[in-house]
């Protein structure tokens, strides 16, 4: 997988970006540098192509996914960053997930799949329309959500059903709306202020 790690310092948490479709994996830095200076980066391009674009999973449609195939890349991912944080020597209980759109999904896909290891994460436009039985323990999770009013991609009832995910393992949740389906500034100063906390 293509990818960027920069150092900040030795021991600094480490943020791992996770792009939009059509993204690449510097999307995301001055996100990260807005959000905290100081941390390390690890940025990483989804390596699923659709029409030229890149992204972490194939699906259908507008929000159809490929389960299996989500199923599949998310493990592939968790392997991935397992093996750069030994390459780099940082642990992941002190990663922070930041995704947009499709990297934000991808990142849900993760957690859900190994909810003992990630501790923080910070997504944007997130969907993950799927009714699930199994009730994962996230309570060590801190997560912060932004959510779009008359978001195209995401209709409103799906944002609240990615909030009640989170709720329903007992996460503890931050969450903030903004307009439409994007990255506002608005957005990441709420996610800025949410990690000094």
Do not use: C
């Not at 920069?6 to 996770?18: N, Q």
């Not at 890349?73 to 968790?78: I, N, P, S, V």
């Not at 957690?111 to 997130?126: D, G, M, S, V, W």
């Not at 323990?137 to 779009?148: C, H, I």
Request: glycine content about 8%.
């Amino acid at each position: 997988m293509e990818y960027i790690y920069r150092e900040k310092k030795k021991g600094a948490p480490v943020f791992i970006l996770l792009h939009g479709t059509g993204g690449s994996e510097t999307d995301l830095v001055p996100l990260a540098e807005m959000l905290d200076s100081e941390y390390s980066i690890l940025g990483i391009r989804g390596n699923v192509q659709e029409n030229g674009m890149n992204r972490y999973f194939k699906r259908h449609g507008e929000g159809q996914y490929d389960w299996e195939d989500l199923d599949y890349r998310g493990k592939e991912l968790y392997d991935f960053i397992v093996e750069k944080s030994e390459e780099y020597d940082f642990k992941l209980e002190d990663t922070v997930l930041v995704g947009f759109s499709n990297g934000s999904n991808i990142a849900i896909q993760m957690i859900l799949q190994n909810p003992e290891t990630f501790k923080k994460a910070a997504l944007f436009a997130p969907l993950y329309p799927a009714d699930l039985s199994e009730k994962q323990n996230l309570s060590d999770l801190e997560v912060f959500l932004s959510l779009g009013e008359g978001d195209p991609v995401v209709p409103e009832e799906e944002s609240k059903r990615v909030i009640e995910l989170f709720k329903e393992r007992d996460a503890q949740v931050t969450t903030t709306w903004v307009k439409g389906h994007n990255l506002s500034q608005g957005a990441a100063q709420g996610a800025s202020d949410w990690l000094k906390k």
